[in-house]
């Protein structure tokens, strides 16, 4: 084998590994459910209700 491609081998990460994909997961889920906390609030229906009633006018 070639010392470069050993090299590059050795180098080179192409992907995450199962804790990274487990951490990434869990990441998108607790957003997910943070903006669907906020988005479901009341103040926050009521200003985009106004928005797009403002819109449709």
Known sequence: MDMRRITARLRG?????????????LAAVAFAGLLLKVLTSDNVQTALTAVIDRALQ
Do not use: R
């Open 13 to 25: 990460d192409a992907g995450m590994n199962t804790a990274e994909y487990a951490v990434g997961t």
